[in-house]
């Protein structure tokens, strides 16, 4: 069964880090650019970063940048959203998607038709 899983969410306190694992199963995520997405209450889903197929060269969004960082685990089939120094406005629901494509390619928020289960990640300050 080709599925997409996050996981890794709880409920830290500001200042805190996180690592968010999103694994595939039934393909190999090698071969995807891979993306993560927020949405927190009452907002709009929020495109965070993408790493790259071929080369792992990765695009990490003004919001986040120099705090979130983006790994690709080949060995575990799994991309890591490592998450450092999270604040109160972190705190949302956290989804990858993989795509066929390269990141500048990647396909808008809007037009992503599919969206796993997520991830909740809370801090509290």
């Known amino acids: 069964q080709v599925q997409l899983v996050e996981s890794g969410g709880g409920s830290v306190q500001a200042g805190s880090s996180l690592r968010l694992s999103c694994t595939a199963y039934g393909f190999t995520l090698d071969d995807y650019a891979v993306a993560w997405f927020r949405q927190a209450p009452g907002k709009d889903r929020e495109a965070l970063g993408c790493?790259?197929?071929?080369?792992?060269?990765?695009l990490i969004h003004g919001s986040v940048r120099g705090r979130f960082t983006l790994h690709r685990d080949t060995a575990k089939n799994t991309v890591y959203l490592q998450m450092n120094g999270l604040r109160p406005t972190d705190t949302a629901v956290y989804y990858c998607?993989?795509?066929?494509?390269?990141?500048?390619?990647?396909?808008?928020?809007?037009?992503?038709?599919?969206w796993g289960q997520g991830t909740q990640v809370t801090v509290s300050s």
């Open positions: 998607t993989a795509e066929y494509t390269y990141c500048a390619r990647y396909t808008s928020i809007a037009e992503i038709g599919h």
């Open positions: 790493i790259n197929r071929d080369d792992d060269t990765t």
